[in-house]
């Protein structure tokens, strides 16, 4: 059998960075290439049924071992891309064996330390075995250390028919990091009543509650002419939203001065002309009413900077993004128990936490399918400092195998 270090090693060698506003699905040909090789890898453990469809989605099933009826069908699932904002492509993955503590340089950029002072968790995981890329790339823990576990874990069921669980069914994804990633998927034809996104962080980590998320843009409409001859003509669109900008709070309700439950209001792109302004924000909170709060709040703000400017105008746009999973998967509290129930007996102390942010299982709960998410060791992603620890990778695997057979315990739900 093949392990999961040496799956995760051949994975990250593929380069799947994913790309926002391409007008493609999947949005780069990378992706392709990977998910076509898990599929070939699935078939030649012995996964009879896998497949790839018109849109890159991986779906393949571990057939049940035992008769017994009343048994939902459980699914994985994990993406392939790698995020937009570090490039993934020549990774060069290098294995730390047996981590003492001490400061990683990694060689092709020795300005690139990973420190246990900067990456508390490191300090947990002396003695294991580390994987870093080599100070240039992101390393791909996120996600491929998730499709890793789910192939390993998919592979050690197949090998030992001993372990009940009933029906299992896999499924891999494109552009989860540019928010696509459920854009084409097909609940229905995946076949599952519940599944599990493998793609979270430290050994234990157990998240069935997100933000909820808007998408806002505002658009300051101004006035354009010569400069020269604009004294009581022009109106400066960039000026109206330099002064909303500056009328947000510089001590709350922002990311950099944020946490827990606390939600935020983050403008992270700016397209400015004289004439047109748009101002690009992110709403999130935990309780959905309260994103309607928060942009009636924006609202005001920016209609008060225009009020009174001859020849100023604005435009606002809301647009969904996603829900807290936890609306839904509060409704299935069973989805909960059996994930508690491995992790008990994968020995693994259970880490639940509400996630700042969201996942494909936000969507796919509002979908029909509740999905939360289980830790797959992926730390510090998105970045050249990115790392995971082997030891938790394989208790990933131990945890999924665990979720199938606590699944097989029951007889209807």
């Not at 890898?41 to 996964?47: A, D, N, Q, T």
């Not at 469809?53 to 571990?62: F, K, S």
């Not at 509650?209 to 806002?216: G, H, Y």
């Not at 807290?324 to 299935?332: C, F, L, P």
């Amino acid at each position: 059998m093949t392990s999961v270090l040496d799956r995760f090693l051949k994975y990250v060698a593929y380069d799947t960075q994913s790309r926002e506003g391409s007008d493609t699905y999947p949005s780069t040909p990378g992706q392709l290439v990977l998910l076509g090789d898990l599929v070939k890898e699935l078939r030649e453990i012995g996964v009879a049924d896998a497949a790839i469809d018109e849109h890159g989605y991986v779906m393949a099933t571990i057939p049940a071992t035992i008769p017994k009826r009343g048994i939902p069908v459980v699914g994985f699932i994990a993406h392939v891309d790698t995020s937009p904002e570090m490039s993934g492509a020549g990774v060069k993955p290098i294995l730390h064996r047996d981590y003492r503590g001490t400061d990683l340089v990694l060689p092709d950029d020795p300005q690139a330390v990973l420190r246990p002072a900067d990456s508390p968790y490191l300090r947990e995981c002396i003695g294991h075995d580390i994987v870093t890329a080599s100070g240039t790339t992101l390393l791909g823990a996120d996600n491929k250390s998730g499709v890793a576990e789910i192939v390993t874990a998919a592979e050690h069921l197949l090998a030992h028919p001993e372990i009940p669980h009933g029906a299992i069914r896999i499924g891999f994804t494109p552009d989860e990091e540019v928010g696509q990633g459920t854009k084409h998927f097909d609940v229905r034809r995946f076949g599952a009543q519940y599944a599990y996104t493998v793609d979270g962080g430290a050994r234990g980590e157990f998240e069935f509650e997100t933000f909820s998320a808007d998408s806002m843009l505002i658009t300051f409409r101004g006035f354009n002419t010569h400069p020269g001859f604009a004294k009581d003509r022009m109106v400066n669109a960039i000026k109206l939203a330099a002064r909303f900008i500056e009328r947000l709070p510089a001590d709350g309700l922002s990311p950099e001065t944020t946490e827990g439950h606390e939600g935020f209001v983050h403008p992270y792109v700016v397209q400015a002309s004289v004439d047109r302004t748009m101002v690009k924000l992110l709403i999130r909170d935990f309780v959905t009413a309260k994103l309607k709060e928060k942009e009636a709040w924006l609202e005001s703000l920016a209609r008060e900077v225009v009020a009174g400017v001859a020849g100023a105008g604005l435009e606002i746009q809301v647009e969904e993004s996603y829900r807290n999973m936890r609306e839904v998967i509060d409704q299935h509290p069973v989805v909960v128990e059996r994930a508690r129930e491995a992790f008990a007996r994968a020995g693994v102390p259970i880490r639940e936490r509400a996630i700042r942010g969201g996942t494909d299982g936000s969507r796919l709960s509002f979908m029909g399918l509740p999905t939360p998410n289980v830790f797959a060791g992926e730390q510090n992603f998105h970045s050249r400092l990115e790392w995971v620890s082997v030891q938790d990778m394989e208790k990933a695997v131990e945890v999924i195998v665990q979720i199938a057979r606590a699944w097989a315990q029951l007889t209807s739900v």
